[in-house]
């Protein structure tokens, strides 16, 4: 039998901890599915919520960017489909007209509220429980 390295324990718990986001990612999907959302999908209304508490208050995209784990350009094709889904609201940033705003709609914050408790059971369930393996 071989003897493990430091590098070989260091890829292992990276292996890890990638099956394991994998893993809620997908479940997280799943139970998101009939509502028709996704876990990316959930992360941003939840990062929008969590930011903007209150009815109206806005985040720049630039700021989600680093929050979530898409890129900018998938970012921003995510933040089209929750706008045309009537979740979020994009505006110009008078400030720099580069600059790109995103608020919850009402609507937003209603499916945010209703599928956060399902988003946070699934959480529990698989960050929760002893990994398999």
């Known amino acids: 039998m071989a003897v493990k390295t430091a590098e070989t324990r260091l890829e292992e718990r990276w292996r890890d901890i990638l099956s394991v986001h994998a893993r809620t990612m997908c479940e997280?999907?799943?139970?998101?599915?009939?509502?028709?959302?996704?876990?990316?999908?959930?992360?941003?209304?939840?990062l929008l919520a969590s930011g903007s508490p209150a009815e109206g208050d806005h985040c720049r995209v630039q700021n989600l960017v680093g929050r979530v784990h898409l890129s900018q350009?998938?970012?921003?094709?995510?933040?089209?489909?929750?706008?045309?889904?009537?979740?979020v609201e994009r505006s110009v940033c008078v400030e720099d007209r580069r600059g790109v705003w995103v608020a919850l709609t009402a609507r937003g914050r209603a499916v945010h509220a209703e599928v956060r408790p399902l988003?946070?059971?699934?959480?529990?369930?698989m960050l929760e429980a002893p990994a398999a393996g």
């Open 28 to 46: 997280i999907d799943r139970v998101l599915h009939p509502h028709g959302l996704g876990a990316s999908d959930f992360e941003v209304l939840d």
């Open 73 to 87: 350009s998938a970012l921003s094709r995510l933040i089209g489909r929750l706008e045309k889904d009537g979740l």
């Open 119 to 125: 988003q946070r059971a699934a959480l529990e369930r």
